[in-house]
């Protein structure tokens, strides 16, 4: 049919044609979020899940509604290489300047806007991409120790007063959190859970690899207490289906049922996969219904697909040894496995191995679900390290 009417949207962090499935979570979200505007007692949400599950376009809807409703959402993805200060503090700057342009600039606003000064010169010699033109004034004694625990407290609490005073929220949607380095992230949630005790409406909505639940280790006992932790896992079976079917049928198009059966099987309900079997099952059917046949010839490119580019990427990164072990494990199945397991493939030792096992992820490649226990952090990779390493390990 003709790919210019093709409704699906496969790609990272595209909104797709239909976000199925999400509805109630959304809504508990908006709602825990106007809570904790009210100076209300709500935890917010941290999302966790593997790759290609529609975190990001999730955290994205949740932040767009947010700002629709006046909350002042600063969005922020946690790239590998940079500091969390250094990240913050533009996308603060931006937000004071928007406060202090609605009215004239209150005294709360001004007081944040100096604390973020002093907290930028105090600590760019330690975080080097923090870079913020210097021409505010800053406030001797106010967030500027030098100290990333006490001067980020003191950051968010003041900026926090400032929102309170506007009748907003300030809400950090971070992305990736699992690039954050331990000590940071532990700063920011101690930073948030002072401000959240005197109830001042400053909060963070986070997604990232199902790792970020351990790695928030040092700041676990006031994380439980901030956030509830949301597994966002593959589509039901009813959600899939609406996932598939109903951006086609906005576009006058049907699926027979076995058709869609069979795409469902095929891509486990996996959101990132619906969105590219429904992509190629358009585009190779001549006509309205889309059959059978036509998935079949759809898995085909598909795959085709995913192997030249959403698995190629990742593999790509990997070194050697690294990609051994991935297709060690994929020599085992999809997984989870024993570490003890993977190594016995490999046949080496599993202390031998750990360093591997580390930097995989770190690289956000693996996971430990359970002490002890490995899994790949994108869906179906075994069958790729498969297919790419025919030879084995
Ligand atoms: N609930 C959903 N229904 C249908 N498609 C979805 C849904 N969530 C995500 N997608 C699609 O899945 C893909 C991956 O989404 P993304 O948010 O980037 O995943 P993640 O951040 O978990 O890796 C995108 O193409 C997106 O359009
Ligand atoms: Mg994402």
């Given at each position: 049919?003709?790919?210019?009417?093709?409704?699906?949207?496969?790609?990272?962090?595209?909104?797709?044609?239909?976000?199925?499935?999400?509805?109630?979570?959304?809504?508990?979200?908006?709602?825990?979020?106007?809570?904790?505007?009210?100076?209300?007692?709500?935890?917010?949400?941290?999302?966790?899940?593997?790759?290609?599950?529609?975190?990001?376009?999730?955290l994205?809807?949740?932040?767009?509604?947010?700002?629709?409703?006046?909350?002042?959402?600063?969005?922020?993805?946690?790239?590998?290489?940079?500091?969390?200060?250094?990240?913050?503090?533009?996308?603060?700057?931006a937000?004071?300047?928007?406060?202090?342009?609605?009215?004239a600039?209150?005294a709360?606003?001004?007081?944040a806007?100096?604390?973020?000064?002093?907290?930028?010169?105090?600590l760019?010699?330690?975080?080097?991409?923090?870079?913020?033109?210097?021409?505010?004034?800053t406030?001797?004694?106010?967030?500027?120790?030098?100290?990333?625990?006490?001067?980020?407290?003191?950051?968010?609490?003041?900026?926090?007063?400032?929102?309170?005073?506007?009748?907003?929220?300030?809400?950090?949607?971070?992305?990736?959190?699992?690039?954050?380095?331990?000590?940071?992230?532990?700063?920011?949630?101690?930073?948030?859970?002072a401000?959240n005790?005197?109830?001042?409406?400053?909060?963070m909505?986070?997604a990232?690899?199902?790792q970020?639940?351990?790695?928030t280790?040092?700041?676990?006992?006031?994380?439980?207490?901030?956030?509830?932790?949301v597994?966002?896992?593959?589509?039901?079976?009813?959600?899939?289906?609406?996932?598939?079917?109903?951006?086609?049928?906005?576009?006058?198009?049907d699926?027979?049922?076995?058709?869609?059966?069979e795409?469902?099987t095929?891509?486990?309900?996996?959101?990132?996969?619906?969105?590219?079997?429904?992509k190629?099952?358009?585009?190779?059917?001549?006509?309205?219904?889309?059959?059978?046949?036509d998935?079949?010839?759809?898995?085909?490119e598909?795959?085709?697909?995913?192997?030249?580019?959403?698995?190629?990427?990742?593999?790509?990164?990997?070194?050697?040894?690294?990609?051994?072990y991935?297709?060690?494990?994929?020599?085992?199945?999809?997984?989870?496995?024993?570490?003890?397991?993977?190594?016995?493939?490999?046949?080496?030792?599993?202390?031998?191995?750990?360093?591997?096992?580390?930097?995989?992820?770190?690289?956000?490649?693996?996971?430990?679900?359970?002490?002890?226990?490995?899994?790949?952090?994108?869906?179906?990779?075994?069958?790729?390290?498969?297919?790419?390493m025919?030879?084995?390990?």
């Amino acid at each position: 049919m003709d790919p210019r009417h093709n409704p699906y949207a496969p790609g990272a962090g595209t909104p797709p044609p239909e976000l199925a499935g999400r509805d109630e979570l959304i809504e508990r979200a908006a709602v825990a979020l106007d809570r904790i505007r009210a100076g209300r007692s709500a935890r917010s949400f941290i999302l966790y899940g593997l790759r290609g599950v529609g975190k990001t376009v999730l955290l994205n809807r949740i932040g767009r509604d947010a700002g629709a409703r006046g909350i002042e959402s600063l969005k922020i993805e946690a790239p590998e290489e940079r500091s969390l200060p250094g990240m913050l503090a533009p996308a603060l700057r931006a937000t004071l300047l928007r406060l202090s342009r609605s009215k004239a600039a209150t005294a709360k606003v001004q007081r944040a806007t100096r604390a973020l000064a002093g907290f930028a010169k105090a600590l760019k010699v330690k975080y080097q991409d923090l870079e913020l033109s210097l021409d505010f004034e800053t406030e001797e004694g106010v967030a500027d120790s030098g100290n990333l625990d006490n001067d980020l407290t003191d950051l968010l609490s003041i900026v926090g007063a400032a929102a309170a005073e506007r009748d907003t929220a300030v809400v950090f949607f971070v992305d990736e959190l699992q690039y954050v380095p331990e000590d940071q992230l532990a700063a920011l949630i101690i930073a948030l859970h002072a401000a959240n005790q005197n109830q001042l409406p400053i909060t963070m909505v986070a997604a990232g690899l199902p790792q970020i639940v351990g790695q928030t280790g040092r700041a676990k006992s006031y994380a439980e207490r901030l956030f509830e932790f949301v597994h966002i896992d593959r589509l039901d079976d009813e959600a899939a289906a609406v996932a598939l079917t109903v951006p086609a049928k906005r576009e006058g198009v049907d699926y027979e049922s076995a058709a869609v059966a069979e795409i469902l099987t095929q891509t486990h309900g996996y959101p990132y996969f619906l969105q590219e079997w429904g992509k190629h099952s358009w585009d190779v059917a001549d006509d309205s219904p889309i059959e059978m046949k036509d998935c079949e010839r759809a898995t085909i490119e598909a795959i085709a697909e995913l192997d030249a580019s959403f698995f190629r990427v990742r593999f790509d990164r990997l070194t050697p040894a690294e990609k051994h072990y991935m297709r060690a494990m994929a020599e085992l199945g999809p997984g989870p496995h024993r570490s003890g397991d993977i190594a016995e493939v490999l046949k080496r030792k599993v202390t031998s191995v750990a360093p591997v096992r580390n930097s995989l992820i770190a690289k956000g490649m693996i996971f430990s679900p359970a002490h002890g226990d490995t899994a790949f952090t994108v869906p179906l990779f075994d069958g790729f390290m498969k297919r790419i390493m025919p030879e084995g390990v």
